[in-house]
């Protein structure tokens, strides 16, 4: 994945600048470690964002969304303690 591409999925529609340093916040996959990507999701509105693991080796392959990007980033980090 690329860096623009990174800096892309986490615009928000109205500001003037993207903001890259939002996915440094991501943690890897839980089941295999990869980096995940973000996308824009449909059914959501302009801010709802999808994380997935897209490591074709990945045992599970999860993914989340949710309605903005930090909500989003906040359920796939979130791991059970």
């Known amino acids: 994945m690329s860096d623009d591409h990174v800096a892309l999925d986490v615009c928000e529609p109205k500001e003037d600048s993207c903001k890259p340093s939002v996915l440094s916040d991501l943690l890897?996959?839980?089941?295999?470690?990869?980096?995940p990507t973000m996308e824009p999701w449909h059914g959501g509105g302009p801010r709802k964002r999808l994380i997935s693991c897209v490591n074709e080796n990945c045992p599970v392959e999860p993914s989340v969304s949710g309605e903005t990007p930090a909500k989003a980033i906040a359920k796939w980090n979130h791991r059970a303690t």
């Open 28 to 35: 890897g996959c839980p089941f295999c470690g990869a980096m």
